[in-house]
């Protein structure tokens, strides 16, 4: 089943904040997360394991909760490159990912 | 270091025609898949080959066949096209590192094949 992502949409002026949501009905064993610009291939930010979190690009962090089987990315001080659409992918079991909605981001002067 | 390649890159089929799409990859990855992407919507997983030699279902394989012909290759066969099959198809691999301080992990993209089947 496909997860959940909220906002679907969202419009950032440069140096403001953002937090993308992603939610599983599944236990979750990793969460991954990625950036697709208009007419290309998507492209990995980061994975969360279970009982981490990681930091992997620019100045965007996520986290993880496991129990509630969401994971959240926090892109800060955005810059205009990091407009396009994130997509979260969720893994229940080994190397299965599941890709959720989509929340498309874009970042004004 | 090319990275995943795939060809071609675009693909105009009639109903029932057949075609193959290739996937290569020269990172040593051992996991390589399939995914299709339709209009406006997230990726979904047709097959995957975790290793050499294994392939397995994804989400939605019905129509497709695929073929993990070493390590670097993983073609994508649609034996009769349809309509409905439609679509971006991307290639990806996956490495899974083990460090110091864990285990790393990362997903690496082919730039996509544009189907239209009519």
């Known amino acids: 089943q496909q997860p959940v992502q909220s906002p679907q949409a969202v419009i950032l002026r440069e140096g403001e904040d953002a937090v993308i949501n992603c939610s599983s009905s599944?236990?979750?064993?990793?969460v991954h997360w990625y950036r697709q610009k208009h007419g290309e291939a998507p492209v990995f930010l980061m994975i969360?394991?279970?009982?981490?979190e990681q930091k992997g690009h620019e100045k965007i962090s996520a986290s993880f909760n496991e129990k509630k089987q969401q994971s959240s990315l926090y892109l800060t001080a955005s810059q205009l490159s990091y407009s396009g659409t994130y997509f979260c992918?969720?893994?229940?079991?080994?190397?299965?990912?599941?890709f959720g909605t989509g929340t498309k981001l874009q970042v004004i002067p | 270091n090319a990275g995943v390649t795939q060809t071609p890159k675009f693909q105009v089929l009639k109903t029932g025609q057949s075609m193959t799409l290739q996937c290569a990859q020269d990172?040593?990855?051992?996991?390589m898949y399939w995914y299709r992407q339709d209009p406006g919507m997230g990726l979904r997983l047709i097959y995957y080959?975790?290793?050499?030699?294994?392939?397995d279902k994804g989400e939605v394989p019905n129509g497709y066949n695929v073929s993990r012909l070493n390590k670097r290759e993983f073609s994508l066969r649609l034996e009769s096209a349809a309509p409905s099959q439609t679509s971006v198809y991307f290639c990806?691999?996956?490495?899974?590192?083990?460090?110091?301080?864990?285990?790393?992990?990362?997903?690496?993209f082919g730039p996509g094949t544009r189907l239209l089947v009519l």
């Open positions: 992918g969720t893994v229940p079991g080994y190397q299965k990912v599941t």
């Open positions: 599944k236990a979750l064993y990793s």
């Open positions: 080959s975790a290793s050499e030699g294994t392939t």
């Open positions: 969360l394991l279970k009982g981490g």
């Open positions: 990806a691999s996956h490495l899974s590192q083990g460090l110091a301080g864990g285990v790393k992990e990362t997903q690496y």
């Open positions: 990172m040593n990855h051992n996991s």
